[in-house]
């Protein structure tokens, strides 16, 4: 079972739209969780970091983490194509000093 | 500017001969890592180290050495390169590791190795 899961996609939303990106993680222990934006080529972007249970905002970003279902999403509202981008899920589990990720999200945003 | 920073970006070399990739970072961080990515396999974890003479293995940490003698450096070393060695590299830093919180790793621009 991989440490962190998330659907590949790609995702396609309209201009405008909400796009919501989810991801689950296999260790219940787990602390600490990223969202990361990757273009084509490009370094992986920190948009947002979350700790606890809950709603956190930035922007148009919100994370949502929900440890008893082990699963962290990310919403992007008033989607815009310079959003297009692989999303990418990482996980601290807390209990070593290794970081996770996910196979990321192709996001598409189609004007 | 805070930055990591690595070199060089883009490198081709052959079989069996030894490399250096370089990274380096300015915000005084402990936690240094690097990654490497591949199509469909995602970002791995290769050697992370807490701090100055502090390394540890990650996943895939076979054929790769590293060292950190100085905080603000972190160097990958392929001593003997291999062709499934070729990949996309990242090195990334965070302030620390080991905590709930301010554990945010940034990360350098990449480095595209190709192994013939």
């Known amino acids: 079972q991989k440490e962190v899961e998330q659907n590949s996609g790609p995702l396609s939303v309209p201009e405008g739209a909400i796009a919501s990106l989810n991801c689950t993680y296999s260790d219940r222990g787990s602390q600490s969780f990223f969202w990361y934006r990757q273009y084509s080529g490009k370094s992986p972007e920190l948009i947002m970091s979350?700790?606890?249970?809950g709603d956190k905002e930035d922007g148009r970003f919100t994370a949502q983490l929900n440890k008893a279902s082990q699963y962290v999403s990310l919403l992007i509202r008033d989607s815009q194509p310079s959003d297009s981008a692989t999303y990418l899920c990482a996980v601290n589990p807390g209990t070593g000093n290794q970081f996770y990720f996910g196979t990321g999200t192709s996001l598409t945003v189609i004007p | 500017e805070a930055q990591v920073t690595q070199n060089p970006r883009y490198l081709i070399t052959v079989t069996g001969k030894k490399l250096t990739v370089t990274c380096s970072q300015n915000?005084?961080?402990?936690?240094m890592s690097w990654y490497r990515q591949d199509p469909g396999l995602g970002l791995r974890q290769i050697y992370y180290?807490?701090?100055?003479?502090?390394?540890d293995k990650g996943d895939v940490p076979e054929g790769y050495k590293v060292s950190r003698k100085e905080k603000r450096n972190f160097p990958l070393i392929l001593e003997s390169p291999s062709p499934n060695q070729t990949s996309l590299y990242f090195c990334?830093?965070?302030?620390?590791?080991?905590?709930?919180?301010?554990?945010?790793?940034?990360f350098g621009p990449g480095t595209r190795l190709t192994v013939l």
């Open positions: 180290s807490m701090n100055v003479e502090v390394t």
């Open positions: 990334a830093s965070s302030l620390f590791v080991g905590t709930a919180t301010y554990n945010e790793q940034f």
């Open positions: 915000m005084n961080h402990e936690y």
């Open positions: 979350i700790y606890s249970n």
